[in-house]
């Protein structure tokens, strides 16, 4: 069933299109009669295209419905200015992309302008379902885990950019009982008094070898100084070694942490993230003993596989009072069993049927049917590796009684891909408020 009934509208004028070497596509882009790109069962959506000058090349117009199938494909001609192509009645739950770019163009591409629209997203539902011992299951993997005493070793921690006067900076290791420890950067303000800091966890994006997926001293001094103060621990994702030569990295992405996101599941317990997600635990589990800490206070965040390992982290330990998920992974992998592009990772999203009693346990969406603490959720409309309706899925099965979701109708996975004609907008509607919430939470 079809979201929107389509009317379109095309002009004929001629339109010459300049192919420039840029992140995002620059003779034309499209606008939407919505600021968040959220609507409701009923609304009309209206798509223009606005048109710079000095082009010359013909366009093609598509309007894609869950990131799935397309409903139409045209080709049109365009003059300078700005065009009305299409005029839409939302029927029924669906996201919807909008493309406007060369012919061989793809979305995130710099031959294409992209604007995502999402019809009532709080009704969309999980692929899967929580299964009923998720909490067992859960509790027997952490029980195994406690058996190994925390014996958390530190060391000093470089700094290299971040003033970090009046803070105490470590590296830190906690071992596991089974693969990789523990390891992250962690800091702490000096001098303060017990139970007068909040914990934070922050978890990285998915790979091995880029600086955003490693530990950072810098950014975990950074989030140290917010509000009044507090405990971070900026973790890496798969237990690495931190602060090494950019070689170390390189032989773990092509050798050991090999296609680590999409390995062959043979059984419950033979799936990578579990030790990636009970590392989260375990860092916590250190984190509360700490004198400094509140009793009170726990904030996890991460983005994209991070915010997978916040949201899991959220859903299986009850310590975890507030999380900042920003387009969060593996959450609802299962999408297209629901009529619609799964999660990432994707070889796991086409296998939704095949591994359906093993994902479950893994799937956010599930694990945040746990949850009750306050979270913060970002999605990108034209977000194509964390779908916006696989985030909002996963949010609306969330127990919190204190949520919030956000969409942007221009932003893709990363934001470093983003329109640069939108990142304003942004960083005002959107990184403003999350800012906000972090603040206000560590105050």
């Given at each position: 069933?079809k979201g929107i009934?389509?009317i379109?509208?095309i002009s004929?004028?001629?339109?010459m299109?300049?192919?420039?070497?840029k992140?995002q596509?620059?003779?034309?882009?499209l606008e939407?009669?919505?600021k968040t790109?959220v609507?409701a069962v009923g609304?009309?959506?209206?798509?223009?295209?606005?048109v710079?000058p000095?082009?010359?090349?013909?366009?093609?117009f598509?309007?894609q419905?869950n990131?799935?199938?397309y409903?139409?494909?045209?080709?049109v001609?365009?003059s300078?200015g700005r065009?009305?192509?299409y005029?839409g009645?939302?029927?029924?739950p669906?996201?919807?992309?909008?493309?406007?770019?060369l012919?061989?163009g793809?979305?995130?591409?710099?031959?294409t302008?992209?604007?995502g629209?999402?019809?009532?997203?709080?009704s969309?539902s999980?692929g899967?379902t929580?299964?009923e011992d998720?909490r067992?299951f859960w509790?027997?993997?952490?029980?195994a885990?406690?058996k190994t005493?925390?014996?958390?070793r530190?060391?000093p921690?470089p700094?290299v950019?971040?003033?970090?006067?009046?803070?105490?900076?470590?590296?830190?290791e906690?071992?596991?009982?089974?693969?990789?420890?523990v390891?992250?950067?962690?800091v702490?303000?000096?001098?303060a008094a017990?139970?007068?800091?909040?914990?934070?966890?922050?978890a990285h994006a998915?790979?091995?070898?880029?600086?955003?997926?490693?530990s950072?001293i810098d950014?975990?001094?950074k989030?140290?100084?917010?509000?009044g103060?507090?405990?971070?621990?900026?973790i890496?994702?798969?237990?690495m070694?931190?602060?090494?030569?950019?070689?170390?990295y390189?032989?773990?992405?092509a050798?050991e942490?090999?296609?680590y996101?999409?390995?062959?599941?043979?059984?419950?317990?033979?799936?990578?993230?579990?030790?990636?997600?009970l590392?989260?635990v375990?860092?916590?589990?250190?984190?509360?003993?700490?004198p400094?800490?509140d009793?009170e206070?726990v904030l996890?965040?991460g983005e994209?596989?991070?915010?997978a390992q916040?949201?899991?982290?959220a859903g299986?330990?009850?310590?975890?009072?507030?999380?900042?998920l920003r387009?969060p992974?593996f959450t609802?992998?299962a999408g297209r069993?629901?009529?619609?592009k799964?999660?990432?990772p994707?070889?796991?999203?086409?296998?939704a049927?095949e591994?359906?009693?093993i994902?479950?346990?893994?799937d956010?969406?599930c694990?945040?049917?746990?949850?009750?603490?306050k979270?913060?959720?970002?999605?990108?409309?034209v977000d194509?590796?964390?779908?916006?309706?696989?985030?909002a899925?996963g949010?609306?099965?969330?127990a919190?009684?204190?949520?919030?979701?956000?969409?942007?109708?221009?932003?893709?996975?990363t934001t470093?891909k983003?329109d640069?004609r939108f990142?304003?907008r942004?960083?005002?509607e959107?990184?403003?408020?999350r800012?906000?919430f972090?603040?206000?939470y560590?105050k």
């Amino acid at each position: 069933m079809k979201g929107i009934l389509r009317i379109l509208i095309i002009s004929s004028l001629v339109f010459m299109f300049p192919v420039l070497a840029k992140a995002q596509y620059q003779g034309a882009y499209l606008e939407i009669n919505s600021k968040t790109g959220v609507y409701a069962v009923g609304d009309s959506i209206k798509v223009w295209a606005v048109v710079t000058p000095d082009c010359d090349a013909e366009l093609q117009f598509s309007v894609q419905e869950n990131m799935l199938d397309y409903l139409s494909r045209t080709t049109v001609s365009l003059s300078e200015g700005r065009h009305l192509l299409y005029v839409g009645v939302c029927e029924n739950p669906a996201h919807h992309v909008f493309m406007l770019g060369l012919p061989d163009g793809k979305p995130g591409s710099d031959k294409t302008s992209v604007v995502g629209a999402i019809t009532s997203p709080e009704s969309f539902s999980s692929g899967y379902t929580a299964p009923e011992d998720l909490r067992k299951f859960w509790k027997k993997q952490i029980a195994a885990m406690r058996k190994t005493p925390l014996d958390a070793r530190l060391s000093p921690a470089p700094v290299v950019k971040t003033p970090h006067e009046g803070f105490r900076c470590y590296d830190l290791e906690i071992p596991m009982h089974e693969g990789n420890p523990v390891r992250g950067y962690l800091v702490c303000p000096e001098g303060a008094a017990r139970r007068s800091l909040p914990v934070v966890i922050r978890a990285h994006a998915a790979g091995v070898k880029g600086k955003w997926c490693q530990s950072s001293i810098d950014e975990a001094i950074k989030i140290a100084k917010r509000g009044g103060g507090a405990i971070v621990l900026d973790i890496n994702a798969h237990g690495m070694l931190n602060g090494q030569p950019q070689e170390y990295y390189d032989r773990l992405e092509a050798g050991e942490l090999d296609n680590y996101s999409t390995r062959e599941i043979t059984g419950h317990e033979d799936f990578y993230f579990r030790l990636m997600f009970l590392r989260m635990v375990r860092a916590l589990d250190y984190l509360v003993t700490l004198p400094e800490w509140d009793r009170e206070r726990v904030l996890v965040y991460g983005e994209s596989q991070g915010g997978a390992q916040a949201a899991a982290l959220a859903g299986i330990d009850p310590r975890v009072t507030a999380a900042v998920l920003r387009v969060p992974a593996f959450t609802d992998v299962a999408g297209r069993l629901d009529g619609r592009k799964g999660s990432w990772p994707g070889p796991y999203a086409g296998k939704a049927e095949e591994y359906k009693d093993i994902l479950p346990y893994y799937d956010c969406a599930c694990l945040l049917t746990q949850t009750k603490a306050k979270l913060f959720v970002e999605a990108g409309l034209v977000d194509y590796t964390c779908p916006p309706a696989c985030v909002a899925a996963g949010y609306n099965n969330a127990a919190s009684k204190d949520k919030t979701l956000v969409f942007f109708p221009y932003r893709p996975h990363t934001t470093g891909k983003m329109d640069k004609r939108f990142y304003d907008r942004w960083k005002e509607e959107i990184r403003g408020p999350r800012e906000k919430f972090i603040d206000d939470y560590l105050k």
